[in-house]
């Protein structure tokens, strides 16, 4: 819930998260650019309530997220949420996340689509989580990831301690979480952090090639091999090959698995519909 290194002062309207169906491409956008994109509840609720919905939606085939303006997203609106002199009540905390910004995290991970975010400008606390949690981040080289959690005086959430640790190994997660490291986004591409870290005048061009590819992919064994490689985090080996099998299984049931056999024998590009 790690707040923005400069969200502005004074009181800011609640923002918004503009959801914008393109074709089978669901677009997201955090828009509060004067407080950094930082998320407000209704926008955390907003965004939960949008990737359900992508969920069940069988003629998606991507979903992308990005920030309005100069930044990603400044994570979650701290000082908003602890205005006022009412106190909550004992266990807030425990009540309320699991069900915001903890599950925006577990749906990023879960949905059976490819998630691509594009990051320019700050992405910070949940702002960062959401970059790492997607399966693809494409930021430009001055972007800036930052968790500062500590630096705030609380421990970190939103899946900090499960993705970092993963993505590039204990020694740098203990950097970025226990000494508050920026990274910027040409470091996190030679870390393993993200994706692909390009000039700022390149992000929207290669953002937009890689959604290209992958809405015209095999969308059913996309999401499976997601599902594989988030289920194999916690499996042993044999569990795994298991749950392989049964994800081939179903993928070969598919109409995109006869046209990819199809294209393979007559020497020309698959024309996959998603099906």
Known sequence: MADSPDAGSGSAPDGAVT??????????????????????????????????????????????IRGAGDDFCAGADWVATNAGDRRPRTGDLVRRVPHAAHRVIELLQT?????????????????CNLALAADFTVATTDAVFWEPFIARGFSPD???TWLLPRLIGLARA???????????????QDWGLIHQAVAPADLDA????????????PTVAIGLTKQALHYGQQATLPQALTQELFNLELSCRTADFKEGLAAFSQRRPPDFTGR
């Open 206 to 217: 290669a953002t937009d090639e890689l959604l290209a590819t992958l809405t015209q992919g």
């Open 111 to 127: 949905i059976a689509l490819p998630v691509v975010c594009s990051v320019r400008g700050w992405a910070v606390g949940l702002g």
């Open 174 to 188: 203990r950097r970025m979480l226990l000494l508050g490291e920026q990274v910027s986004g040409a470091s996190a």
């Open 158 to 160: 939103s899946g900090s």
């Open 19 to 64: 959801v914008l169906r393109d074709g089978a491409l669901l677009q997201l956008t955090l828009a509060r650019p004067d407080r950094r994109n930082s998320l407000s509840a209704s926008m955390t609720e907003t965004l939960v309530n949008a990737l359900t919905e992508a969920a069940r939606d069988d003629t998606l085939r991507a979903v992308h």
